[in-house]
């Protein structure tokens, strides 16, 4: 039996398995709760980032975060196929007109919004029970952490370097919630935005305790000289 499911992130309806047993998942952060749900043998094909949240993941590569290759997922032959929106949305659109089963996962703006991928992923997958099961895993995860939050919390001030492109992380993105979980306030929470270029005047006087930067193992960076 197959399911009507529509996805409206790119308009886009699909027929999907009950039980989908052939998946691609170009993105990470789903290959990484299918596996904690106990459904990574189904995954028959995945992004190059996965395997770095994933151990001894066996699925072939193939594709990155914007491109992919299309022989190969044809070949592969999935029920479903698995992507994100924001700068992604490009490429599921490109397998949507191609007549591929693709689903686009929101992006999260909260911790929240990440718990709520998981719920929808568990649908998709007629795995519900799991899904409830991992969201209430981290829910408590969270919870014991903040109760191990210090009194003085610092202020953090937090960059992403996604290759060669450098991101400060502001109010609108999920890492905020993490930061406030992990005992922190981001000093540009207040920011709708969730990713931009910082004014390094205003970072300067905000004075941050603490400087956290996230790099990709492919574009090392020096932490010593971006402080500097």
């Not at 998946?23 to 904690?36: F, V």
């Not at 014991?144 to 009194?151: F, G, M, N, W």
């Not at 956290?212 to 000289?225: G, K, Q, R, V």
């Amino acid at each position: 039996m197959s399911r009507k499911i529509h996805c409206e992130a790119i308009d886009h309806h699909l027929d999907l398995s009950e039980n989908p047993v052939r998946i691609i998942s170009l993105l990470p952060s789903a290959t990484e709760a299918l596996y904690h749900m106990g459904l990574i043998d189904l995954v028959v094909g995945v992004s190059e980032y996965c395997s770095r949240y994933v151990p001894e993941l066996s699925a072939p590569v193939i594709g990155q975060y914007l491109n992919c290759d299309i022989e190969q997922i044809k070949n592969l032959k999935p029920d479903l196929i698995l992507t994100t929106g924001g700068i992604q949305l490009k490429l599921a659109s490109k397998l949507a007109k191609l007549g591929l089963p693709v689903f686009v996962l929101p992006l999260p703006h909260s911790f929240h919004g990440i718990l709520e991928n998981i719920r929808i992923l568990g649908g998709l997958m007629n795995q519900l029970e799991a899904s409830r099961t991992l969201t209430s895993s981290l829910n408590t995860r969270a919870e014991s952490i903040r109760l191990k939050a210090p009194p003085n919390r610092p202020s953090v001030y937090l960059e992403l370097w996604l290759g060669k492109h450098m991101r400060a992380v502001g109010g609108g993105s999920f890492i905020q919630d993490l930061i406030q979980i992990a005992g922190g306030d981001l000093v540009f929470n207040d920011s709708s935005a969730g990713y931009f270029a910082p004014d390094f005047e205003s970072v300067a006087s905000q004075n941050p305790d603490v400087l956290l930067f996230f790099h990709e193992p492919e574009y090392l960076i020096d932490p010593s000289e971006l402080i500097n």
